[in-house]
């Protein structure tokens, strides 16, 4: 799940009626398309372990069984700046990927046996690190909201793998490894091909 506060809400605008005509012929869940973002009861348990309830705004979510939400106006400025390290898109797809063993836990499945070891050893490292950087008040390339639980930490490290893989390679070198393996793309290697190209 993504919460609205993470960043500033830069207005919205109406969603085109052949656009919406288009998801409705051929998209079956088109409906979980939300224009804008929006209200959804909550309930959550922040690091001190306080209880929060009420009603926020969200940006996006992933269900068990494979729903995803998104805003539509979000899901647009992110495509439009594809290197600031946030994209919901990428966000609650990784909380899809995350959920396909059933467990919402920050730990998808991994194609060998043998990379669950180096996957554990360096995940809870980074988030461990994430999390104490937030609580020092220290700036982290990696966005603090991943330091909620280690589902949210996978999500977080997924927008800045996809987003900002030349940061992320140089300062958690460890952690862009794993991603690499995972998702079978060197996202920085490709980053620079086409910055070659485009010379
Ligand atoms: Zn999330």
Redesign the pocket.
């Given at each position: 799940?993504?919460?609205k506060w993470r960043r500033r809400r830069l207005g919205s605008s109406p969603f085109p009626a052949t656009w919406l005509r288009i998801l409705r012929e051929r998209v079956p869940y088109y409906r979980l398309l939300y224009p804008s973002s929006y209200e959804a009861p909550s309930k959550f348990v922040d690091p001190a372990g306080v209880v929060h309830e009420g009603d926020e705004s969200r940006l996006?979510?992933?269900w068990l069984r494979g729903a995803i939400i998104l805003s539509w106006d979000d899901v647009r400025r992110d495509s439009a700046d594809f290197q600031d390290g946030h994209n919901v898109t990428f966000?609650?797809f990784?909380?899809q990927l995350d959920q396909q063993d059933g467990t919402f836990d920050g730990a998808p499945l991994l194609e060998k046996r043998s990379s669950y070891r180096s996957w554990a050893r360096v995940l809870m490292k980074e988030y461990r690190a994430l999390g104490d950087a937030a609580e020092r008040g220290q700036e982290t390339l990696l966005d603090q909201?991943g330091a909620?639980n280690p589902?949210?930490f996978f999500?977080?490290i997924t927008e800045a793998f996809f987003e900002r893989p030349k940061a992320l390679k140089e300062k958690h070198p460890e952690l862009y490894e794993e991603l690499k393996k995972f998702f079978h793309q060197d996202t920085l290697a490709r980053l620079e091909k086409s910055r070659r190209e485009a010379k």
């Open positions: 799940m993504l919460r996006g979510e992933a966000h609650e990784a909380h909201y909620t589902a949210e999500a977080v």
